[in-house]
Nanobody, 112 residues
Framework: QVQLVESGGGLAQTGGSLRLSCAVS????????MGWYRQAPGKQRELVAR???????NYAGSVEGRFTISRDNAQNTVYLQMNSLKAEDTAVYYC??????WGQGTLVTVSS
């Protein structure tokens, strides 16, 4: 059993930045992949970024160069730094551990 708790969402302006955090209730080294997904209104949930236990990262093409995923193994926390935000980044962002484990989500709204 694991709990993932996201924080850091909110309202940002176009071109602004936000940093999301995902606090995990046990060692994130237990998981092969930690990731961030998002779901915009009326759309399917999609992968945003993920990071492996070894620190290898993958990004969706739409966020490449703007978002950075990172992990702090000592704090059992995964981060998503989001820069140059666009209106189309508006979504509920979910933390994920090894596909099966999900957080409750945090809403990011980007307005112009």
């Amino acid at each position: 059993q694991v709990q993932l708790v996201e924080s850091g969402g909110g309202l940002a302006q176009t071109g602004g930045s936000l940093r999301l955090s995902c606090a995990v209730s046990r060692s994130i080294l237990d998981f092969t992949l930690m990731g961030w997904y998002r779901q915009a209104p009326g759309k399917q949930r999609e992968l945003v970024a993920r990071i492996s236990r070894a620190g290898i990262t993958n990004y969706a093409g739409s966020v490449e160069g703007r978002f950075t995923i990172s992990r702090d193994n000592a704090q059992n926390t995964v981060y998503l730094q989001m820069n140059s935000l666009k209106a189309e980044d508006t979504a509920v962002y979910y933390c994920n551990a090894d596909i099966r484990n999900w957080g409750q989500g945090t809403l990011v709204t980007v307005s112009s």
